[in-house]
Nanobody
């Protein structure tokens, strides 16, 4: 099993930045995908970003590309999401999610492929 704990959420003004962290524990050394998803009130969960260890690549949703950066530290089993130029529409609960095995690249954005999820951290962007 893998346990995930997110931190770093909060209230931010539009145009500013926040950084989220997610620390994995348990059987975390075999994790291949470490990603972030979000769910806004009344909406479905959506993919935000993922860092894949096996191909050393990062993938982003179109809505955050160029503003958010995902990075992972495998030595510490931690993944970060640096969120810059925040917009009101970024307001959501952000969830960290991981998968130990590889999947096809076409599936890295599919939340159903992820095995373990954190409890979520609220990000509110408002003036």
């Amino acid at each position: 099993q893998v346990q995930l704990v997110e931190s770093g959420g909060g209230l931010a003004q539009p145009g500013t930045s926040l950084r989220l962290s997610c620390a994995a524990s348990g059987r975390a050394t075999s994790i291949d995908m470490m990603g972030w998803f979000r769910q806004a009130a009344g909406k479905e969960r959506e993919f935000v970003a993922v860092a894949v260890r096996s191909n050393k690549n990062q993938y982003y949703s179109d809505s955050v590309k160029g503003r958010f950066t995902i990075a992972r530290n495998d030595a510490e089993n931690t993944v970060y999401l640096q969120m810059n130029s925040l917009k009101v529409e970024d307001t959501a609960i952000y969830y960290c999610a991981v998968r130990r095995g590889r999947v096809a690249l076409s599936a890295v954005r599919d939340g159903r492929q992820y095995e373990f999820w954190g409890q979520g951290t609220q990000v509110t962007v408002s003036s």
